[in-house]
């Protein structure tokens, strides 16, 4: 089954650009396309991408205004943001809308296929130095959060795991990303929270940790000396409990909780 993009750049080029070099590839379909923020939440809306290449700045609503609308929407879409601008600002704003994935235009075709298939089967795509710019805010953040504020407490003892789901993609089991927009906004929550508070058991904390090391699934699994479907499930798990859209945001939550692995 080929994944449905939907392409929004208020340049006519860069979006004949994009699609020819999407729609050679024969498992994605580039079902749609839209010259302004507007158009993009009305063909989002009819169309019900998989992912949406989302230009920054644009006519009538910019492409964050665009990303927040269609998530408080409920649209399942992932969000590749795609902008000529390498600034923190811009990053910071793409991450708080609730984008899964920051990709530059001068990216080469290959990278810009890649990551729409990677947003598509629901993981995040950050550029590595993009997510240590992430990480560095958000563990400045809450470092600086932690002189002022004293540690809350845990309740004791692990929450039962509950019963493996089965969504289409990892981030369905998401419902909201409380943490991720107070980190990228530079507003950590309190250190001294234990992932317990989240209803976390023991293994999925470890899952956790290991994730905001930057370690995949299967150096996970090889990690913890577990499958990688078990591996797949704690991760699934972290996503509902915490409440993270995606791998980046549950990192993002990891530092604000103090389970950085650091």
């Known amino acids: 089954m080929s994944l449905r993009v939907l392409l929004v750049d208020d340049q006519p080029l860069i979006r004949v650009g994009f699609s020819a070099i999407l729609t050679s590839q024969e498992d994605i379909e580039v079902v749609g396309e839209a010259c302004d923020g507007q158009e993009a939440l009305e063909l989002a809306a009819a169309l019900a991408p998989d992912v949406v ?12 205004e665009v990303t927040r609308r ?7 879409a992932a969000v590749l943001v795609l902008t000529t601008f390498d600034t923190d600002e811009a990053l910071f704003a793409a991450l708080s809308a609730g984008a899964s994935g920051f990709l530059l235009k001068s990216a080469g075709p290959e990278e810009l296929i890649q990551a729409v298939r990677v947003l598509g089967r629901g ?8 997510t240590r710019k992430v990480l560095a805010r958000t563990a400045g953040a ?11 407490p845990a309740p004791a003892g692990d929450a039962a795991a509950p019963a493996p789901g089965s969504p289409a993609r990892e981030r369905d089991a998401a419902t909201s990303s409380p943490g991720a927009p107070g980190a990228v906004a530079g507003t950590a929550a309190r250190p001294g929270e234990d992932a317990s508070r989240a209803g976390l058991t023991t293994r999925e904390t470890e899952v956790l940790t290991a994730m905001a090391r930057g370690l995949s ?6 990690e913890l000396v577990v499958g990688r479907a078990t591996v797949k499930t704690h991760v699934s798990n972290v996503l509902q409990k915490t409440g993270a859209r995606d791998r980046v945001h549950a990192v993002i939550w990891a530092f604000e909780h103090g389970h950085s692995g650091t």
Do not use: K
């Not at 269609?70 to 399942?76: H, N, P």
């Not at 993981?123 to 993009?130: F, Q």
């Open 142 to 152: 809450s470092a600086l959060a932690g002189e002022t504020t004293p540690p809350s």
């Open 217 to 222: 699934n299967a150096e996970i699994a090889r």
């Open 53 to 64: 290449c989302m230009d920054v700045q644009m006519p009538r609503l910019d492409g964050i």
């Open 70 to 76: 269609l998530l408080a929407a409920g649209s399942r």
């Open 123 to 130: 993981d995040a795509l950050l550029d590595p130095l993009v």
